[in-house]
């Protein structure tokens, strides 16, 4: 009598599993759904600024031969920007001596240094390294006289500050050696690089 009562109980528990099986498959059905989506690219910016090619758009790599007190050095370079954020912020000029000599490191009696932009390509005369230049369009001050030698020097009348890519400025250095340079500045030799620096435009909202 007592095996017979244990099966009942199991078998009993196996049909309560079905049923609660079959009610649970009862509560499962499908579902309406929706979904949508959209992309863009992001893409930042490059500053790109570089100096024309060796030739009339670029004589800086003209050295000067001798000079004597009073004499001017005159060498045009173009400017231009090439930057895909269009137009740039600021432009700045470092300049610096190596080798270095009375020529740069006297800001009295030393070189000093005039940059004018023209609104068109400068025209250019004589012969080298004897060059002078005139300008047939509109000339502005790109930085008044000031020493040879100077750090991150602020540079005015610049068309590639807020002009768009491709923008060329038509840039003249001229360096004189004053009158007041005395016999110490014999034989001295100072070899300038020019470096400029461009700074992306002002923040907005893209």
Request: proline share 3%; no cysteine.
């Given at each position: 009598m007592s095996k017979r009562f244990s099966s009942k109980k199991v078998l009993l528990s196996i049909g309560a599993l079905?049923?609660?099986?079959?009610?649970?498959?009862?509560?499962?059905?499908a579902t309406f759904t929706?979904?949508?989506n959209s992309s863009h690219t992001a893409t930042a910016g490059e500053v790109v600024i570089s100096l024309g090619a060796n030739g009339t758009a670029?004589?800086?790599?003209?050295?000067?031969?001798?000079?004597?007190?009073?004499?001017?050095?005159?060498?045009?370079?173009?400017?231009?920007?090439?930057s895909t954020i269009g137009d740039l912020g600021v432009v700045t000029l470092t300049t610096t001596a190596s080798p270095s000599s009375l020529l740069d490191t006297d800001t009295t009696n030393g070189l000093q240094m005039v940059i004018d932009n023209c609104s068109v390509a400068w025209t250019e005369a004589g012969t080298?390294?004897?060059y002078t230049y005139t300008c047939s369009g509109t000339t502005s001050a790109v930085r008044t006289t000031v020493p040879v030698i100077g750090a991150t020097l602020a540079l005015s009348n610049l068309a590639v500050v807020?002009?768009?890519s491709?923008?060329?400025d038509h840039l003249r250095i001229k360096l004189t050696l004053p009158g007041t340079a005395d016999n110490t500045f014999q034989a001295a030799t100072s070899t300038i690089?020019?470096?400029?620096?461009?700074?992306?435009?002002?923040?907005?909202?893209?």
């Open positions: 079905g049923t609660a099986a079959a009610i649970a498959g009862l509560g499962t059905f929706s979904t949508t670029n004589r800086l790599s003209v050295n000067s031969g001798t000079l004597v007190p009073g004499d001017t050095i005159q060498r045009a370079v173009n400017l231009i920007s090439s080298s390294p004897a807020g002009g768009a491709g923008t060329t690089l020019y470096t400029f620096d461009a700074t992306q435009r002002t923040l907005t909202n893209r």
